[in-house]
């Protein structure tokens, strides 16, 4: 197996498991066309959607980009990476994906030889194999608009996004070694825009998410065994004393029943 030690990766003295060469694609032309393929996914997905839920909100529609392009990110990037070896992955000449890795281990070295980095290798082999089918599921719920498949799926992937991140960020920041910029590079656009604003993502999203869920759960009820969202709004009882006669407002505001008795003042 051929190794390296010169490269721009952080720290200097990483030995690679590969024989390394830099990039020749630039960096436009490469991200120009790894975004083609989530771009062409999505565009097929939201015009499924607009075949099964015309009138599907903008919500729906968001939640739809999101899944499909975390299931694609899933499949395309991550799983070539993660199920292969660093060195068959990275050979010569780069693929797409691996020079995409080799860009963003700028940030984060340990993408160089997952493997090597148990926490990193397991959260990854997680989201694959786990995270990867519920978003599948909750795409499938959005798709033929099945509410609770649809919360189903959105509830748990949100959940492990949240927890992978976390796990990610933790590792790092608890790293025995140089501390959490260890397996980054100096410059300010590696830090804070790919290591922490790219991966933040994956915590603020799903937030958004979890948020939806807990509003649209509690909406809901239950008519003939079967779940569905209230078309109304949720009643309210209110009580007022005006001049001694005591007054209940049951129902919505502006449809309730008025009861009124006399009432101690």
């Given at each position: ?114 493997p090597a980095h ?57 790293n025995e070694g ?69 007054t209940v407002l ?16």
């Amino acid at each position: 197996m051929k190794t390296t030690t010169t490269h721009p990766y952080n720290p200097p003295s990483l030995i690679l498991p590969f024989d390394y060469a830099a990039p020749t694609v630039p960096l436009t032309t490469l991200l120009g066309t790894i975004a083609a393929v989530p771009i062409i996914t999505t565009s097929l997905t939201l015009f499924i959607l607009s075949q099964t839920r015309p009138n599907a909100s903008l919500g729906v529609k968001a939640r739809t980009t999101w899944f499909t392009i975390c299931l694609t990110t899933h499949l395309l990037l991550e799983a070539p990476l993660i199920l292969s070896t660093p060195t068959r992955f990275f050979a010569q000449p780069y693929s797409h994906p691996a020079s995409l890795w080799l860009e963003y281990s700028l940030s984060d070295s340990r993408y160089l030889n997952p493997p090597a980095h148990p926490v990193l290798y397991l959260t990854e082999l997680l989201t694959i194999f786990l995270i990867a089918p519920f978003d599948l599921l909750a795409l499938i719920g959005t798709l033929s608009n099945s509410l609770p498949t649809e919360l189903a799926g959105t509830v748990v992937t949100s959940g492990m996004y949240l927890f992978s991140v976390s796990l990610y960020f933790l590792d790092a920041v608890l790293n025995e070694g140089g501390g959490v910029w260890e397996y980054c590079r100096d410059e300010a656009w590696y830090r804070w825009f790919y290591f922490v604003c790219m991966n933040a993502v994956w915590g603020v999203v799903p937030l958004i998410w979890l948020t939806w869920a807990w509003r649209t759960v509690k909406g809901l009820e239950v008519e003939n065994g079967v779940l569905r969202r209230m078309s109304g709004p949720v009643p309210e009882i209110r009580r007022e004393s005006v001049g001694g006669t005591k007054t209940v407002l049951v129902g919505g505001s502006g449809s309730g029943v008025r009861r009124s008795g006399r009432g101690k003042a």
